[in-house]
């Protein structure tokens, strides 16, 4: 075992006697993620409505195209920031790591999908490309539930029940230029009470 881990693996144990939590190291990413997708989904709203001059929602794909490439940057930036922070080997920091590694994969393969079956088939719309937000906040909601699971604290719960409101709202708005407005406030939401706090919690020192 390397003196990183053993020292990680001490300070993990130090705050479990205490009984205290391991703070979250992902507050940064959800930051990230957050200033991405909004801008992005209110980019895109703004082109459905005709907002922008000249542009049309033919521009939506370059919008998330560059989001996509934006965020797999900034992600590997962040991986190197974060990697001294302590607390790394909680188990609600490596399950907070694996599903949300998870959650991207999945929503990656259920873009692409949607994208080569509209593509292909005569029989589909482009809004079909609706369905992706109400699956991201479900994916949203699944991944801040497996980490509020090892938390006391039921506002850790908040963002699990913001997600699951909000897949229902963009599905009863499928098809709807402001589904991408309501997408954009529900991502808001997810971060002011999931994110946010992850970020103010955050351990400032590192082992």
């Not at 997708?37 to 000249?54: D, E, M, P, Q, R």
């Not at 719960?157 to 709807?176: E, N």
């Not at 994110?195 to 400032?204: C, D, F, I, S, T």
Request: net charge neutral; charged share 15%; hydrophobic share 55%.
């Amino acid at each position: 075992m390397n003196s990183k881990l053993a020292d990680d693996l001490e300070y993990v144990r130090t705050i479990a006697e205490a009984g205290q939590e391991a703070p979250s190291t992902s507050g940064r990413f959800a930051t990230l993620w957050f200033l991405l997708v909004t801008s992005a989904l209110l980019a895109h709203w703004a082109l459905a409505k005709g907002f922008i001059a000249g542009l049309d929602e033919r521009w939506a794909g370059a919008i998330w195209m560059t989001m996509g490439i934006a965020g797999g940057i900034g992600s590997f930036i962040l991986r190197k920031t974060a990697s001294d922070l302590p607390g790394q080997s909680a188990p609600a920091n490596r399950v907070d790591r694996s599903t949300w590694r998870v959650a991207s994969i999945g929503l990656f393969s259920f873009a692409i999908t949607i994208a080569v079956a509209v593509s292909i088939r005569s029989d589909l719309g482009v809004d079909l490309f609706d369905a992706i937000m109400p699956a991201a906040f479900l994916v949203y909601g699944i991944s801040y539930a497996a980490t509020a699971a090892f938390s006391k604290e039921a506002g850790r719960w908040l963002p699990v029940i913001v997600s699951i409101a909000f897949a229902c709202i963009t599905v009863a708005l499928f098809g709807l230029s402001d589904t991408y407005l309501a997408a954009a406030i529900g991502t808001l939401l997810c971060w002011l009470t999931g994110g946010a706090r992850q970020l103010l919690n955050e351990p400032k020192s590192v082992v």
